[in-house]
């Protein structure tokens, strides 16, 4: 009985990296080329593929077909690895680890993780738009007015309006002392625009209603907010062989986190109440909403 | 008589820059924002406009509205721009100075520039998708489907299949003997491919036919080399103060350039004859298409 959020996570898991594969060229072969095998390595080295799982529960939980969410939950996910490349170059946060493997810029090197980057971030509105499909495209494509508003929604969440705006305020404020209302904005662009876009995204091509669309960007906004807090507490915390990467290196680069300014337990308490809030948002759905009820409760518990 | 281009290219950039003065926000007064006045420094920072121009000119050849291609032509202009500051990067080229003034991460720093970056390339999409306009678009956006189309054309030109792939290509090559064909591979993607859609998308939008577009295309293949192999000219023989550039330098770099395989004369020779097969191409069009027979001419004639 009840919903089996882990066998639900690994089926659609590998779903989604079978697309992501058919969705990039090999780069083997004749037309071997080195940006190519850099987007791959980065794009295919794992991740919990929380974005476009994101995307796809949500377009199944209003009663749409998930195969017409795939593709848009791939380019989504083509832009977050995009970010985290780029994030982790030396002029940004200068990590060397990332997924438990060397990141893109000390696999690679620096010149060719930024094209890597560009080229994912490109290549998802090549994605959206419908221009590359995989091989295994049975579905009729959404219309050309949904994909346009795809693009929208991606375009303004991964923009100056959204992540890249977070992304350069985290990097303004770092070693600066800041207040809880300043991280919660900082989050709510870096991280929580392209969870909140991945679920819009969902519900857009699964069809919902205008109040379908607030609920469940209620919903997104809440779970973001529950999965940052989540985030510092496992660098505080976490251990490093499970998560694939170093603990302590907020403390070390003198981030502002929720830890650093309410505490551990009180951050806990925190993630929590954004949890409840994101499930209370969800109260109208049946239980084809159950998959993104048990992706809060994960949120709040993972140790990676 | 005869058409006159100055007064035209003049005419086109104005219109042009206040196109896209209008399709960013100001990163002004309350909402100041460090990414968006980057965005803006390189974005206005002159330049010649040369692929808006192309895509109006190339609009307005078949007879279609222009109004309808200058989004698309800004679109493209921002894409050229991110393409130029992520180039300019020390991971990159390592250039200080571009149209006269410091380069984007000379002026703010590199992870700005980085962002920057990323921000227009974005933003170009969002433009492309009809989703921000100018407040004075007072003409219908182009069909949905339409809209897509560009989109893929874009995409394909400036992502791995194109622009990236030849600035990764220039990256392997820097300091390498090479071939004229490999040369010539790498300019074809590198600023060929964008010059190619700038003029496709203009095809497009104006509604013209697969005979048309394969014109057209044909021209801007052939304008696109001539405008490289000036490029080299000019960074053997030009004036700096003129460029707004340091000369020498692909020298200094030990760059293969078109003079250094083939000697300053012949690259001359070379890039007339491109300029002759692009006005070829035009010959079945009427006085409309003297725009792009003119820009044909100025290309292989440039001081900067």
Not at 101 to 119: M, N, S, Y
Not at 210 to 218: I, N, P, Q, S
Not at 292 to 299: G, K, T
Request: aromatic letters at 4%.
């Amino acid at each position: 009985m009840g919903f089996d959020l882990k066998t639900y996570l690994e089926r659609q898991r590998v779903r989604i990296e079978e697309a992501l594969d058919r969705l990039l060229p090999t780069g083997e072969g004749e037309n071997t080329s080195r940006v190519v095998q850099a987007m791959r390595y980065s794009l295919m080295a794992g991740g919990k593929r929380l974005r476009p799982i994101l995307c796809i529960a949500s377009c199944e939980a209003i009663g749409g077909d998930s195969e017409l969410a795939l593709p848009i939950g791939c380019a989504i996910e083509m832009i977050h690895t995009y970010s985290l490349i780029h994030d982790d170059l030396p002029a940004m946060d200068n990590d060397a680890l990332r997924r438990g493997i060397p990141t893109c810029h000390v696999a690679f090197d620096e010149a060719t993780a930024i094209l890597a980057g560009d080229a994912l971030l490109t290549h998802a509105f090549a994605v959206l738009a419908g221009s590359v499909t995989t091989d295994v495209d049975v579905f009729p494509p959404p219309s050309p007015s949904l994909c346009l508003q795809a693009i929208a929604i991606v375009s303004e969440a991964a923009g100056f309006p959204g992540m890249i705006e977070g992304q350069m305020q985290d990097m303004l404020q770092e070693g600066q002392p800041t207040t809880l209302e300043a991280l919660e904005r900082m989050h709510r662009l870096k991280t929580g625009a392209m969870i909140e876009a991945s679920v819009a995204c969902g519900v857009l091509i699964g069809g919902g209603s205008r109040a379908d669309m607030d609920r469940f960007r209620h919903y997104a906004r809440h779970i973001g907010l529950a999965f940052q807090i989540q985030d510092d507490i496992l660098n505080v915390e976490g251990d490093p062989k499970i998560m694939g990467k170093a603990a302590g290196t907020d403390r070390l680069h003198r981030k502002t986190t929720y830890p650093s300014l309410i505490g551990v337990d009180a951050a806990r308490v925190l993630a929590v109440a954004h949890r409840d809030e994101a499930l209370t948002a969800l109260s109208p759905y049946d239980v084809k909403a159950d998959p993104l009820r048990a992706l809060a409760d994960y949120i709040v518990h993972r140790n990676r």
